[in-house]
């Protein structure tokens, strides 16, 4: 257990649709990442927080959003949703500003099926 | 834009075999980490390289960071049916992003 915790595990929608990503982050953490994971592909690096502000922008496409609030929770927003989104979404901590610090501890995933 | 290359994308090997998979970055890295994913998890962390021709070893795993630092490996000595996943290069340039490598799948067979 990575201490990283992901809601929902698993999600189902329809194109078109719009969804929510949750994403706690180990104690103390203070950087969350999210990263898109496609079936048998590498990990897309989306966006990064940290202590609630962006720290990094990847390859976010602009149908998606992301925040971190206050108690250091993320959320990634994910709207118009098209078939080309289903993927697996990670988010990940670390207590450092910067991913050259340290290692990242990634929660269990959200799977999202778009149909 | 930034990208980071494995070879190979696929590797079976009998167990007690050596296996070794190779990261390559199209621009100059601060530093390099591998994580490991094993089927239907997450990706954990295994180890970060810094300085230029670092090595490092983990029991019979054997990291490197080459010398200019746009490449890197991983040697898995005798493979193990728990090496089983895919591992993962990742790559830091100066903008803090970390940026994976697409992976090398391996499969361990008994």
């Known amino acids: 257990d990575s201490g990283v915790t992901q809601t929902p595990k698993h999600l189902i929608t329809a194109t078109g649709q719009r969804v929510t990503l949750r994403c706690s982050p180990r104690s103390g953490d203070l950087s969350v990442y999210w990263y898109q994971q496609s079936l048998d592909q590498g990990l897309q690096f989306l966006i990064q927080?940290?202590?609630?502000?962006?720290?990094a922008k990847g390859n976010i496409l602009e149908r998606f959003s992301a925040q971190q609030f206050p108690d250091l929770h993320s959320e990634l927003n994910l709207s118009s949703l098209e078939l080309g989104d289903s993927a697996l979404y990670f988010c990940a901590s670390s207590v450092f500003p910067s991913a050259r610090a340290g290692e990242l501890f990634f929660g269990e995933g959200s799977r999202l099926t778009v149909l | 834009g930034q990208q980071v290359m494995q070879i190979p994308q696929y590797q079976h090997v009998q167990e007690g075999e050596d296996f070794t998979t190779y990261c390559n970055s199209s621009?100059?890295?601060?530093?390099i980490q591998w994580y490991k994913q094993r089927p239907g998890g997450h990706p954990v962390f295994l180890i970060q390289?810094?300085?230029?021709?670092e090595v490092k070893k983990q029991k019979r795993l054997t990291f490197q960071f080459g010398e200019a630092k746009k490449n890197s490996s991983l040697h898995i000595t005798a493979t193990q049916t728990t090496d089983v996943g895919t591992y993962f290069c990742?790559?830091?340039?100066?903008?803090?992003?970390?940026?994976f490598g697409t992976g090398t799948r391996l499969t361990v067979i008994p």
């Open positions: 927080y940290y202590n609630g502000e962006e720290r």
């Open positions: 390289l810094v300085k230029s021709g």
């Open positions: 621009t100059t890295l601060s530093n």
């Open positions: 990742a790559g830091e340039t100066g903008a803090n992003n970390l940026f």
